[in-house]
């Protein structure tokens, strides 16, 4: 049964930026468009441009090249009705500025549309605003709980280092309680990765085998074709290991990993991923580092006739520039179930296609009958997609018609696609209204991000100062620096996924 919304404004913060106009607005038409949103709600954007109600209707809404395609299709009527929710406040030329302006401004919106006390803040703001923002909120008295709910939606990046994700928990935490803070991790919002947890706990062929007696290792793809783009001044500080692998990738590890959580309440769900990360072990030695761990630069190359530039040559970018664009990790997890059981995790821009996937390697039978079938290193796998092509496949062995035991391997498939009549809500959109109705399962916890930080930042460390360190180049367009194979010790390759969940890797077409 679906949960009911309360009545409430969303304040954002940063509204004038990007990621209002391309992300949270059109969820916001999704949810409007397919009765989510509660009956009283209006949404109030806050930053320091000047501009009228009319202006930002115009730039979010009416003459929004993101919401162009999706507005043809409706009447004059619903579009207003829309439009129409949307309001905007000036601070002025600073964040760190008396709120009490903006405070009036929802008391008198709370009152004419009748939207209640409760109020979600969106900071869609540089992280080194989070604080100030908090605190201004605090002293105007808008972060009180006595006549209707607050909440505290804050963006990734959460901190660049242990050290900075504290301050931030700590700061945040002075002025709102944890349960009022939701990190947000667009990654979690996503269908596919959700049904990581459905896979493992709602069905007795994988649970019984989900542990070291049965799986050999794990293995983690998250691949982008393109390159930095116009971010290359915020990547270049930042590098694929902060960028995607502390939040989105040990997000997914987590999902993996965790015990079964008592029940599917958010705190029980964050509790079993919380140990689930504080059980990977950290690893400390430079020789450990240097042998679980790979990073590398793409560099200039020919896709598809094209041209590329390498990443040193990108707009923003350090000409001497040591900031990963790909990260290659093994590591283990101690505790009953994985013990000895590695995990290989990978992140990287400038692949041939862009994928995200999980594989579970399974273990060949402990008695081989059929050996000379050509069954031999082609384990049993179960590949979960979380992007494109959605779905999930399992890959095992049957006999080739004939004479003799000739084995070949057969795929068992599912494609979210093919739940036609089903419509799968895009992650910005699955994660505003959970946050809406309060239930925080999808957004991380403070002690969540410190233990992804705790495993991260010795590797960042060893990269920035360690005697060993390499930095390995690969050409645009191919899976990585070849000896990246190498962190797959004894086991094989790393499984190139192609852009379909089908597709058999092995080969890649890189011109």
């Given at each position: ?221 998250n691949a982008e074709s393109v390159g930095v ?93 040591t900031t990963e664009t790909f990260a290659a ?114 957004y991380a916890r403070a002690d969540e991000v ?62």
């Open positions: 049964m679906a949960k009911k919304t309360e009545n409430q404004i969303l304040v954002i913060f940063g509204a004038s930026g990007d990621l209002t106009a391309r992300k949270l607005v059109p969820s916001l038409f999704n949810l409007f468009i397919s009765g989510h949103l509660p009956e009283n709600f209006v949404v109030l954007g806050a930053s320091r441009s000047d501009m009228t109600d009319t202006a930002f209707r115009k730039k979010v809404v009416t003459e929004s090249t993101y919401l162009e395609k999706k507005l043809e299709k409706l009447d004059k009527e619903k579009i207003e009705a829309f439009s129409n929710k949307f309001f905007y406040e000036d601070l002025g030329g600073s964040y760190d500025t008396d709120y009490t302006r903006l405070r009036k401004r929802v008391e008198d919106l709370k009152n004419k549309y009748n939207t209640s006390g409760n109020i979600i803040y969106y900071l869609s703001t540089p992280p080194t605003l989070y604080e100030t923002i908090a605190q201004r909120l605090a002293d105007a008295g808008m972060n009180t709980q006595n006549n209707g709910w607050k909440r505290l939606i804050v963006e990734k990046p959460f901190g660049y280092s242990l050290e900075t994700a504290k301050q931030l928990n700590k700061g945040l935490q002075q002025f709102f309680k944890e349960h009022q803070i939701y990190r947000i991790d667009h990654y979690l919002g996503k269908e596919t990765v959700q049904n990581l947890l459905v896979t493992r706990f709602a069905n007795s062929i994988f649970e019984p085998l989900w542990n070291r007696n049965y799986i050999h290792h794990v293995e983690i793809t783009e116009k971010r290359g001044g915020y990547y270049d500080k930042s590098g694929a290991l902060r960028d995607m692998f502390q939040n989105h990738l040990l997000q997914i590890v987590s999902l993996v990993v965790m015990e079964p959580p008592i029940s599917d309440a958010p705190e029980d769900i964050r509790n079993e991923k919380v140990k689930a990360i504080k059980s990977i072990r950290v690893m400390k030695s430079e020789e450990e580092l240097y042998e679980n761990t790979i990073r590398a630069q793409y560099v200039a190359s020919t896709i598809d006739g094209d041209k590329v530039k390498g990443y040193r040559e990108e707009e923003g970018v350090d000409a001497n520039s990790v093994k590591f283990f997890v101690d505790n009953w179930r994985w013990k000895d059981v590695p995990f290989y995790v990978r992140t990287a821009k400038r692949m041939p296609t862009k994928v995200t996937e999980v594989v579970i390697h399974f273990k060949t039978p402990h008695h081989q009958i059929f050996k000379d079938s050509g069954m031999e290193n082609r384990d049993n796998k179960l590949i979960i997609r979380i992007q494109p092509d959605e779905g999930i496949l399992i890959k095992f062995g049957v006999k080739v018609p004939g004479q003799g035991f000739k084995v070949e391997r057969a795929n068992l498939d599912f494609y979210y696609s093919s739940l036609a009549e089903t419509y799968v809500m895009e992650a910005y959109e699955r994660l505003i209204l959970d946050a809406m109705q309060g239930d925080a399962t999808l410190e233990a992804a930080w705790e495993f991260v930042d010795p590797i960042l460390d060893y990269w920035e100062k360690g005697k060993d360190v390499r930095m390995y180049g690969y050409a645009a367009g191919v899976w990585g620096p070849e000896n990246s194979h190498d962190l797959i010790d004894g086991i094989g390759e790393w499984r190139n996924p192609g852009p379909h969940l089908t597709d058999d890797p092995g080969y890649c077409v890189i011109c």
